[in-house]
């Protein structure tokens, strides 16, 4: 599948987030600030560009005005996006060590986690600490926050964390009361484990990373069961559903190809392959409506591809 080449190289490691608009991508650039590219191509602005910042991801709020970013430190940064001034910092007096982050589907919720294992809750509006797990899991814990499908959830924030190293396990927590709602042990697995959960909150996709591969696994959570969907070489950095309800998306195979699963047929229905120097890198983002992705190469130029029709959704 053929790609748009709609960003230029800068010769740094980026991070690419899709704005609610759906015309608009934020591409972070390290030490640079976050550029603010047209999905056509055309440079809308540079939104912030603090040179003592080690900007490494990047959420856009709902209202489209704002973004968090974190600079895999103890504490996250809300900005104003017109103005790019910082508007206050989200910290984690708490952590140990430098952070992992992910942004609740309402911009309500930010989760921070750190290298001990805990975790923590803050409220992106007042940069209040909600709540903290201790220990939550052995080792740095890798937050998803999920979208709910229209009426499937109880109305509360669900977030994922699948574990960096150590035996593969996956733990659902409620944001609002702190409560585990499911756990998911894949016996006999170890490795790096991403997870996401359906919109129906029936399955979980997780992805299990070691030193042999990684394996795209689909655990149902009714009956408990689990089906591999297989097999590729390297390591997944990010996994993400496609809001078709049938494909899941994962970076970071040898190549940097973004590989697109089918969860009815199992296996990769498409890779997605950037320039022969740089790859596609790590991060990759879905545009909101599912009919594109977007990702930056190790060396910073932004590439577009165009995805199929999406399928019926799954039932």
Do not use: K, Y
Not at 70 to 92: H, K, Y
Not at 241 to 262: E, F, K, M, N, Y
């Amino acid at each position: 599948m053929s790609f748009e080449l709609i960003g230029q190289g800068r010769g740094d490691q980026s991070d690419v987030a899709a704005h609610p608009d759906g015309r608009t991508i934020g591409v972070v650039r390290p030490f640079r600030g976050v550029e603010l590219l047209d999905v056509s191509g055309a440079s809308r602005s540079t939104a912030w560009a603090d040179p003592s910042l080690l900007v490494t991801s990047l959420h856009f709020l709902p209202d489209g005005a704002r973004a968090v970013s974190n600079g895999f430190e103890t504490s996250a940064w809300l900005w104003d996006l017109a103005s790019g001034e910082l508007i206050r910092d989200l910290v984690w007096r708490d952590a140990g060590g430098p952070t992992l982050d992910a942004l609740s589907p309402d911009g309500a919720e930010l989760v921070l986690t750190d290298e001990l294992g805990n975790a923590a809750l803050l409220d992106v509006e007042s940069g209040a600490l909600i709540r903290q797990w201790r220990a939550l899991m052995p080792h740095l814990p890798l937050p998803a926050f999920h979208r709910p499908a229209s009426g499937a959830s109880s109305g509360t924030n669900l977030v994922t964390f699948g574990v960096d190293a150590g035996p593969s396990v996956v733990r659902v927590l409620e944001t609002r009361t702190g409560r585990l709602v499911h756990e998911v042990a894949f016996e006999g697995r170890t490795g790096s484990t991403r997870a996401a959960l359906s919109a129906d909150e029936r399955r979980l996709v997780a992805s299990v990373s070691d030193g042999s591969g990684a394996t795209l696994l689909v655990h149902d959570l009714a009956d408990r069961t689990t089906q591999v969907l297989g097999t590729r070489e390297g390591f997944v950095h990010r996994l993400v559903l496609h809001p078709d309800g049938r494909h899941a998306l994962t970076s970071g195979a040898p190549d940097r190809a973004i590989s697109v699963w089918d969860l009815v047929r199992p296996g990769v229905s498409a890779e997605l392959v950037g320039p022969q120097r740089g790859g596609v890198g790590r991060g990759f983002a879905l545009l909101p409506d599912g009919a594109a992705v977007v990702s930056a190469t190790d060396d910073g130029f932004v590439c577009r591809w165009s995805l199929p029709s999406a399928a019926s959704p799954v039932r």
